[in-house]
């Protein structure tokens, strides 16, 4: 390869590919180093250095330094590509080790073969470089909508092409179900991950993510993407059907309207990007009951009983609704589960009414039974909203008052026995963890004495597998016990997991 040549090729690749000079160069340089070593049958190290103004170039041998003891030592030392520290010193008068000490070669001339090398190293770097760029221009853009002409469809898998040589991956896992795509379309999609790849795709696009229908909506609605209306939530089973919660920061702006457009225009060109995807706009309301009752629309709601612990809601429907409210497949009542976070159980009028005599009369018989009353005076504990002892015994004293069948004296009286009840339910407790023995294993560990073991028995650490799946500061609650110590004891007790292994 001529001098002018290596010039030409630089100037060709870094014009075409929008490359940097540089990139070409050094690329250049490994093709001509991989060539010169393999023309000495790959027994040497080599490197080649371009003059980038005129395109001449020197080839160097070199030897990796190594310490002279080291080099004594090493069974695979191999003099044709490496050098002790006291013989380079002799022979170049400078070196360190772990560096390269180098003489000038003949430079190789390029035949047919030499030039092929050259020519694969040059495009792979270059496609290197070319991956890279992708990377960084597409890494700060996840989260935004990519638009493509669809490239090729492989089994189902869609690769986009976004221009300028680049090339985004949508699985068939990615795609919305059963849509049908050819080579030429156009193609919308979010990108949602960039990957710094060797090989294979790096940006991966989906069309099944809730974030494409909100990026969709800030892209066809104005006030969304000025703020003016939030999305605040999204849901979608893709293809078929998806519901979004909207809100206004703007009180004298409708959410609602705003999204769905004039004559519907603003929501449809967004299914028409979906695949005709049905999306229903809901109104977000800070009272989390209302909000389930505007997500499950169009099912108008009977009732609502909300369980906080559970985060979860019993929603009542018509017996005629029930279908509706469900929806095809349970798709209604899964995407309102989605959008509201909370965990929702749809059923009949009658199904909520049977359901709430069975838990009354459940409430009712606890009361009779723990505070031996009538169930005239349990039932109305229960209709009064108690289902605990608890609620009874720490509740302020007027609030019960305020009960029309309720006077002073039996408010003391059930205050006492709620009391009562929850001290002897703490005492059988305690008395139940006294009694707890630890097992032979837990006693014979090295470290363990009988008082502590017995006090990690009180608290349900029976066995030395117990104890070994214990943290620290579960073990700090024994009296007596210090950090130390009871680190000791639980790498004691786990010896055994890392003889397993």
Not at 287 to 310: G, H, K, L, T, Y
């Amino acid at each position: 390869m001529a001098n002018k040549e290596i010039l030409l090729v630089v100037d060709a690749f870094s014009h075409e590919k929008d490359m940097e000079k540089e990139i070409v160069f050094a690329a250049i340089e490994d093709a001509l180093r991989i060539a010169t070593v393999k023309s000495h049958e790959n027994r040497i190290d080599a490197t080649v250095k371009i003059d980038r103004k005129t395109g001449d170039y020197e080839t160097f041998r070199r030897w990796l330094v190594l310490e002279s003891e080291a080099a004594s030592q090493q069974e695979a030392f191999n003099p044709e590509l490496e050098i002790t520290l006291d013989e380079a010193l002799k022979r170049f008068g400078n070196a360190e080790v772990g560096h390269y000490v180098q003489e000038p070669m003949d430079s190789i001339e390029f035949g047919r073969i030499e030039a092929q090398t050259a020519k694969q190293v040059i495009v792979q770097r270059v496609r290197d470089a070319e991956r890279r760029k992708v990377v960084e221009a597409y890494k700060d853009r996840v989260g935004e909508l990519v638009t493509g002409i669809i490239k090729r469809v492989e089994r189902g898998n869609v690769f986009l092409d976004l221009g300028n040589n680049v090339e985004a991956y949508i699985s068939r896992e990615e795609m919305i179900p059963r849509e049908a795509v050819r080579s030429g379309d156009r193609l919308r999609g979010y990108l949602k991950e960039v990957r710094p790849e060797i090989r294979g795709p790096q940006l991966f696009v989906t069309r099944t993510s809730p974030d494409l229908i909100v990026a969709l909506f800030r892209l066809e609605v104005p006030e969304v993407s000025e703020g003016i209306i939030e999305i605040v939530g999204a849901a979608r089973d893709p293809g078929v059907r998806a519901k979004i919660a909207v809100r206004s920061n703007d009180p004298r702006l409708d959410p609602v309207g705003a999204c769905v457009g004039m004559r519907g225009s603003r929501v449809q060109a967004v299914s028409n990007e979906l695949a005709g995807e049905r999306v229903d706009i809901i109104l977000w309301n800070e009272n989390e009951a209302q909000f389930v009752v505007n997500a499950m629309s169009p099912a108008e709601i009977v009732s609502i009983v909300m369980d906080e612990d559970r985060h979860s809601m019993d929603i009542a429907v018509s017996d005629e609704n029930l279908s509706m409210a469900i929806g095809r497949g349970g798709q209604n009542v899964r995407l309102a589960s989605e959008l509201t976070g909370w965990t929702l159980n749809v059923m009949s009028e009658t199904q909520a009414e049977e359901k709430s005599e069975q838990e009354t009369e459940t409430l009712v018989l606890a009361f009779v039974d723990q505070l031996d009353v009538d169930e005239s005076v349990a039932d109305i504990l229960v209709r009064e909203g108690f289902s605990t002892v608890e609620e009874l015994a720490y509740v302020p004293a007027k609030e019960l008052l305020e009960i029309e069948e309720f006077d002073e004296d039996i408010v003391e009286e059930l205050r006492n026995r709620a009391r009562d009840t929850l001290l002897i339910n703490a005492i059988a407790t305690e008395e139940k963890l006294e009694s707890t023995e630890p097992a032979d294993d837990l006693l014979s560990i090295e470290g363990m004495d009988r008082q502590t073991a017995f006090a990690l028995a009180a608290r349900g650490v029976t066995t030395a597998e117990d104890l070994a799946e214990s943290s620290i500061d579960e073990l700090m609650e024994v009296e007596g016990m210090d950090e130390a110590r009871a680190g000791q004891l639980i790498m004691v007790a786990r010896r055994p997991w890392f003889v397993e292994s």
